[in-house]
């Protein structure tokens, strides 16, 4: 390396790496400012110094490829900025709100289920004339929980933003006996409701990972055993309906008392939209995926890296 060279690697150190002034870097090496700019032109021409532009935008684009291409989606949209919080919620949330005003058309019957995000996305949502629309929901509720799970208020925020008629499935998620469901699926206001869930072509849900924290876990609905046994196999759940590692539902007895709809009808939908973020998602989000569960996937750039690399 002659002197020119080292030179010039000193003056693109000074410049690139240290954030100094032309002016500077002439006064610190001892030569004229216009000496300088051909000593950093010299550095980038030797291939001494490369510059990398990193644009979040086209970061993001590369995201959503390889999400599209992996798990065969027909659409993703990501959120960038904080990876965790209210604040996260309220960006996947406004987000996921475009994607589904785009999605929801006059006659539509819509399916929907409810927790922490989808309440996020029902406040984003902004009313959109429609005609005609019924939204139906896909899970049965939590009463007298302790946590606020907000499940009437989605449904009147979502059929507020497309005056739609709402179709309320006002019984328990979960019983305690298979016996005491299946009495109250006889119901014709039950059955009915159930009936609509299963024709909707569109369902709009998120996934909910598999830990002490997990609003079902609170609820005092689960015996020791249950949540002993979710805990070791479960990978998350959609609807209250808790999956393992291979999309398949596990515990059956849980499933036998449970009332929402079920996985495999999930999965036979024209349009699948999932809404999920945050690093505590990223195992239940990765396997509704892989299980072909989601058509539609609204998340975090952070949750979607994290979901790619488990491949």
Known sequence: MDPREEQAIDAAKLYYRLGRSQDEVARALGVSRPTVSKLIQ???????????????????AELVERLRERYGLAEVRLATGPDHGD?????????????????????????????????AVAQQLVPTARHGVQIVELKGGIPLHSRRTREYETMTYFCEAFDAHPRALVVPVLFEHAETRRAVEAD?????????GRQAPTAIFTVGAASPDATLFGSGHLSPDDREFLLAHAAGDIF??????????????????????????????ERRICVAAGLN???????????????????DEATAELVLARG
């Open 240 to 269: 209250s309906r808790f999956y393992d590692d291979d999309g398949r539902e596990c515990l059956p007895d849980l499933a036998d008392r449970t009332i929402a709809l079920s996985l495999e009808d999930l999965r036979a939908k």
């Open 42 to 60: 010299l550095a980038k021409d030797r291939g001494y110094v490369q510059v990398h532009i990193r644009d979040p935008r086209e970061s993001a």
């Open 188 to 196: 014709a206001h039950v059955r009915t409701v159930l009936e609509l």
């Open 87 to 119: 604040l996260l919620q309220q960006a996947v949330g406004r987000i996921a709100a475009r994607l589904i005003e785009e999605n929801v058309h006059d006659g539509d019957l819509v399916g929907l289920s409810w927790g922490k995000t989808l309440f």
């Open 281 to 299: 998602k990223v195992r239940a989000l990765a396997v509704a995926l892989e299980a072909g569960f989601v058509s539609h996937l609204v998340t």
